[in-house]
């Protein structure tokens, strides 16, 4: 009996110490939250960016890198296929350079019409000034002849002269007249219906404003041209961007974890082909509300790491409260209360020795309000 006895009791024992050690836990908070607002230690977790190509589809023709690759922000990661791509782009090269061989010669005749405008312009001037002296001259003519013939004509009637001269003198003035006649008509062909005002330089000659008109007229033709070349422009911005969009690269510096997408393979917009593990890393860990007052995002944190004792310090990117399984029970003197939890993701600055996977614990001395 006596062994009976002794195992009842180190039994009773052992369920005492157990409950006691039960409550000591349960009043002191060491459930794992509270432990981690204690400890104030976080895992460093490497970022992860799932790549994809951006609104473009196509055959997988290229895979640049492998996993495990350490790759450099720019770095191509992967292309698709830019046969129908290159072909669309020679197609509009070809249109706009016809279309620019056509502005170029319409803006070449366009410059010679203008300039044979001009020229016709200045002779033809030149050519009225002339008539219209030839007109005044001929006019003149006909003016002598006409005062001849009447000083004939008295002369005739007091039979000082021959019916022959009178007659001469008549046939002189129905030659200066007829010449008169021919030059002006000459005058009104250059004209070309214009009002004579006496200015040449103010006349406004019909045909050369017609003909400065059909020069002008081609500008129409040149500005649909160049309306043309340019629709063609954005036409082949666009396929050059998508030319740049079949070709997958590198967002930032970091690592290639896996490849989702093997060459051959039809890809999707927006799927993912490669993930990445990010330069940026970051640790979370958790802090009583008291503690989060003097924590803002943007403060600056050291920690150290569990292996090496290394000193990392971090910029605080997210300040949150933690998920309610996180709220905890404290112990006060005379009562209980509940107190938040929250939780601070600290993103570290690039130091040498410190990978992702490594524990980082941070001091209380760092949540200490000046």
């Given amino acids: 009996m006596e062994p009976k006895n002794r195992a009842k009791r180190v039994g009773i024992a052992f369920i005492a110490l157990f409950i006691i050690a039960g409550v ?42 492998q996993e495990g690759d350490e790759v450099k922000a720019g770095d191509i990661i992967m292309e698709l296929d830019a046969t129908d791509n290159t072909l669309a782009l020679a197609r509009i090269n070809a249109q706009l350079a016809q279309i620019e061989a056509q502005i170029a010669g319409r803006s070449t005749s366009m410059g010679i019409s203008m300039q044979q405008v001009g020229t016709n312009e200045t002779q033809t001037f030149r050519q009225i000034d002339a008539q219209r002296a030839a007109v005044d001259s001929a ?34 003035v129905s030659v200066a007249a007829a010449a008169t006649r021919q030059q002006e008509e000459g005058l009104a062909r250059l004209l070309g219906g214009a009002v004579d005002t ?24 040149i500005a649909a041209l160049e309306a043309q ?16 969009r079949l070709i997958l690269r590198a967002p930032e510096d970091g690592k290639v974890l896996k490849i989702l997408a093997k060459e051959g393979e039809m890809v999707s917009p927006s799927r993912p082909v490669v993930l990445l593990e990010s330069s940026r890393s ?12 003097g924590i803002k995002e943007g403060s600056r944190i050291t920690g150290k790491t569990i292996a090496g004792n290394r000193s990392v310090t971090g910029t605080v990117r997210l300040v949150t409260k933690a998920a309610g399984f996180a ?10 209360a509940d107190l938040s939890a929250f939780q601070i993701r600290i993103y570290i600055d690039p130091t040498d020795g410190v990978i992702p996977g490594m524990t980082i614990g941070v001091s209380d001395r760092e949540f200490t309000q000046s």
Avoid: C, H, W
């Fill in 229 to 244: 070349r340019d629709a063609l422009l954005v036409q082949k911005k666009e396929l050059e961007v998508a030319r740049e």
């Fill in 327 to 336: 709220d905890l029970k404290m112990t006060r003197e005379k009562s209980q």
């Fill in 198 to 221: 006496g200015y040449t330089e103010s006349l406004a000659l019909p045909t050369i404003e017609q003909a400065r008109a059909a020069a002008a007229n081609m500008t129409n033709d």
């Fill in 139 to 172: 006019r003149a003519t006909q003016r002598n002849s006409e005062r001849d013939y009447e000083r004939m004509t008295a002369l005739y009637a007091e039979g000082a002269v021959s019916k022959e001269a009178l007659d001469n003198a008549e046939m002189r």
């Fill in 282 to 293: 970051y640790y979370d860990i958790y802090v009583s509300e008291e503690q989060v007052q």
């Fill in 24 to 65: 000591v836990l349960m009043y002191t908070g060491n459930d794992a939250v509270v432990l981690a607002v204690r400890q104030k230690e976080g895992i460093l977790t490497a970022e992860q960016v799932k790549m994809s190509f951006d609104s473009v589809s196509g055959r997988l023709v290229r895979e640049a890198v």
